[in-house]
């Protein structure tokens, strides 16, 4: 046999060939980026070789939910605006009912991953194509992962029909998304990215997309707390989330990942803002075993040596709260989330040991400034 084919890739070589071993699978999705490009979505359910189209959104989007019916004339069949956040298995059972009775072939979601979640719910049931038009950042409209929520926890799986086929991002749908909202969303996109870069299964593109999702993000985020109309901001802050969300699509994610989710799911905390409160603790926690992320989060960030720092002030710059405190997080519940956290564990560049990440806990619960020698 050929000495190349004897043995695996990453043991045979050494130095930065070892370094540039990896694995890049691409999703397919057809991505509308621009200014009014909702308005193409009747052509892309038609595109789809779709007719009967169900419209799923927040009750708060409700305007948005009519105004693409309206839009869809013929093509809409249902509409449902139960949406809501962590998707409650409940809340899917009963939008299958509103599905099965009007003979729907393609599912809209219009809104933010509450919404895009009810439709991949849907979507993972049925097989269903979707056509995914998101106004936060939270990023979910790129991934194949469905995080569904039942009897107060919360479980995620990856299936190729979650993924939305179609997505369209259009700015002006972004206006309206409150400064406060813009801000911890942004910030739940910068986590996708964050962890993207110190990924077990990290590759080159997603590293770069990471870098310039943390770039566009980290600046436009602070032009949209100024004035939250800033329609060059708003585009920027939704290319960023677009890079970002692919980020969570394409590599698995670590233990800040693991951390939301446990919060999210147990203790029902807002999902965004847990991420925005929680990520500079991880990546303080992860610098010295990530020091190449940690110079790639800088780099995107213009921050200094220390991005988790930046990261804290960010949320003070954003007007945000800065600790699992003011989230209403309960005082008694650390340990039990690190027994959570610690139970099937997810893979992170530092090994994760119970004090150490009751420590990091404590001082998110505290909301102290975070930094690598806390004896996290
Ligand atoms: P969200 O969808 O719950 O939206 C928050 C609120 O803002 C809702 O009331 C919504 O109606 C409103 N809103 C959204 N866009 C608006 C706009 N442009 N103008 C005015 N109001 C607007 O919040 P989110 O942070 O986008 O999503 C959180 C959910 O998404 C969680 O359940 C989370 O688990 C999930 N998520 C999943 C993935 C994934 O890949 N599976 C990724 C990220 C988030």
Known sequence: MHAALNGSPAKSCKGKAAMRVFTYTSAHARILFGAGRAADLADEVRLLGCRRALVVTTPEQRDLGESLVAVLGNLAAAYFDGATMHTPVEVTDRA????????????????????????????????????????????SEVTPILGETQGGRKTTRRAPEILPRVVIYDVDLTLSLPASLSASSGLNAIAHAVEALYAKDRNPIASLIAEDGIRALGGSLLEIAKNPRDLDARAEAQYGAWLCG???????????????????????????????????????????????????????????????????????????????????????????????????AYWNPRPVERESLLRLLGAAYEGVPPSPDMSF
């Open 96 to 139: 299958m009912d509103k599905l099965r009775n009007s003979d729907v072939d393609c599912l809209i979601a219009a809104g933010g991953g509450s919404a895009v979640g009810l439709s991949k719910a849907l979507a993972a049931r049925t097989g269903l194509p979707q056509i995914a038009i998101p106004t936060t950042y939270a990023g």
């Open 246 to 344: 692919t980020c969570l699509g394409t590599v698995g994610m670590a233990l800040h990942h693991k951390i939301c989710h446990v919060l999210g799911g147990t203790f029902d905390l807002p999902h965004a803002l847990t991420h925005s409160v929680v990520l500079p603790y991880v990546l303080a926690y992860n610098a010295h075993a990530a020091s190449g992320a940690v110079a790639g989060v800088a780099r995107a960030l213009s921050s200094g040596p220390e991005p988790w720092q930046h990261l804290y002030q960010m949320l003070e710059r954003l007007g945000l709260p800065t600790s699992l405190r003011a989230l209403g997080m309960p005082a008694d519940k650390l340990d039990v989330t690190a027994d959570l956290v610690l139970q099937q």
